[in-house]
């Protein structure tokens, strides 16, 4: 969260599979109740719904204004970044993100989604916000990531964003975005996890917990029977390869150019992937990308006076 004149500047990157701010990661999850619910530990209610917020993740669907479940999740969003910050009323400007190649077409429909109520008054984790959105801007995702140090990428590089549901891939020469080389794919790490599923499935008869499968994906390994262990870590190694596959086919060549990777499947290719470490760039910080956001955003309204 960065400030600017009287207001907060919060990023937030609205995946599929997770939320991010600057400092929070959640379950993009929704669950609407007619009535309070038994568990109230993440419960958020604003026009007297009541919503339990991270407790699966969102399928897949190309407009994330389809409904209102990345609004309230937003909202969500800003009440964690400002508990950190011991603050319930604030003016907020939202800097937010889409898919590189979506970036275009559905902008200004996602600001205008995300500019709905000006002000919004609810409570979440039993503590009530007072909010006023004063505006809001839309980037492109993975490239925010590396923004704010595009200055030091000289030669050719291949920025690789993989979130859970799109990957997304921009070629940068001589620090510009290459606008001709700039692809996003359907290949996040949630077809990882199903390829898994059916691995599983088919070699052993069972059916695993998506949490399960995120935990061996994140670390590499899980307390869990050896023969289960190899069929996962085989299933992620060859999703891991197709990544390498999609990359070449998207010109990428490790002995031209370097590759860096952003996202939180950059994971995925540090525990299963085959590349050369010398010329590939992880970084680990699942939150890159919505500081980036914030970085854009300060940037654009500093140069534009605050408009």
Same mark, same amino acid.
């Given at each position: ?14 995946? !599929? ?94 600001? /205008? !989604? ?70 996003? /794919?359907? $290949? ?21 917990? /998506? ?48 590759? *860096? ?13 085959? !590349?050369?470490? /010398? ?13 980036? $956001?914030? *970085? ?12």
């Amino acid at each position: 969260m960065k400030t600017f004149n009287d207001f907060k500047i919060i990023g937030i990157d609205h995946g !599929y599979g997770n939320m991010k701010t600057a400092n929070c990661c959640f379950q993009t999850g929704v669950t609407r109740w007619e009535t309070e619910p038994i568990f109230t530990n993440d419960l958020l209610v604003w026009n007297n719904r009541y919503y339990t917020i991270g407790s699966d993740h969102k399928e897949f669907t190309a407009d994330k204004f389809a409904d209102d479940d990345y609004y309230i999740l937003t909202l969500a969003a800003i009440a964690r970044e400002l508990r950190r910050a011991r603050l319930t009323t604030a003016k907020v400007f939202i800097a937010a993100g889409l898919p590189l190649t979506w970036v275009t077409r559905q902008k200004q429909a996602f600001i /205008e !989604y995300l500019l709905q109520h000006k002000t919004v008054d609810y409570s979440f984790r039993k503590e009530d916000y007072h909010i006023e959105i004063v505006g809001a801007d839309v980037f492109p995702q993975g490239f925010a990531a590396i923004a704010e140090k595009l200055g030091e990428f000289k030669g050719s590089t291949m920025l690789c964003d993989i979130g859970n549901g799109t990957m997304n891939i921009l070629q940068i020469t001589d620090r510009k975005p290459d606008l001709l080389h700039m692809f996003t /794919e359907k $290949y996040g790490v949630y077809q990882c996890t199903l390829a898994v599923k059916e691995a599983m499935m088919r070699e052993h008869h069972t059916n695993l917990s /998506e949490a399960l499968i995120t935990d061996v994906l994140k670390h590499g390994t899980a307390d869990i029977d050896k023969a289960y262990l190899q069929t996962i870590c085989a299933a992620a190694k060859e999703y891991t390869a197709q990544i390498f596959r999609t990359l070449r086919e998207h010109d990428y060549n490790p002995k031209l150019m370097r590759l *860096y990777i952003v996202g939180g499947g950059g994971c995925l290719i540090r525990h299963f992937g085959e !590349y050369d470490k /010398e010329r590939t760039f992880i970084n680990t910080d699942i939150c890159a990308t919505v500081k980036g $956001y914030e *970085y854009i955003a300060f940037t654009k309204l500093t140069k534009n006076g605050g408009g």
